[in-house]
């Protein structure tokens, strides 16, 4: 019974188990040795509370009655597909951003990104990448002073 409502919590769980083993391992200054709250101290709660949400959602899956196999449950070849084509997309992104700039490359990563998950509506596809990339550009840089990259296309 492999199944999204199993699938994710699983991954996640093995996620935030690497997460805690990590968070263990971070050394602590000399000054915060009889602190509280140290810099461990919040690393070490989201993995405490994301393996205890894991496990519940993993036990509540495992405890539901099963009823009739719900199709929109089974995990298909074209979500799969989906899913891989997005984080061959995300690879790409990262690797755009540096040399075509925050802008473009975030535009274009939020379109093929839409167009991969399904919506073929050019107004929709255009109106829900581009102003939102501007305005989140913006935003982070002209109102916050955040340095967001803008490539060497321009230079």
């Known amino acids: 019974m492999l199944n999204r409502e199993l699938l994710g919590p699983s991954l996640f769980l093995a996620l935030f188990t690497l997460y805690a083993i990590v968070a263990w391992q971070i050394p602590l200054l000399p000054f915060e040795e009889f602190e509280t709250v140290t810099s461990a101290t919040l690393p070490k709660v989201y993995a405490a509370f994301g393996i205890i949400v894991c496990l519940l959602s993993i036990g509540a899956t495992l405890l539901k009655p099963t009823a009739a196999v719900d199709e929109d449950n089974v995990l298909e ?20 951003l540096e040399p075509i700039g925050f802008l473009i490359s975030t535009s274009a990563f939020l ?30 840089t002209q109102v916050l002073g955040i340095y967001l990259v803008s490539g060497d296309l321009w230079s």
Request: no cysteine.
């Open 111 to 140: 379109l093929v990104g839409f167009f991969v998950m399904g919506e073929r509506r050019k107004a929709i596809l255009l109106l829900a990448s581009i102003p939102v990339t501007v305005v989140f550009w913006f935003l982070m």
């Open 77 to 96: 070849k074209s979500h799969v597909l989906r899913t891989t084509g997005l984080l061959i997309l995300m690879v790409i992104y990262s690797a755009a």
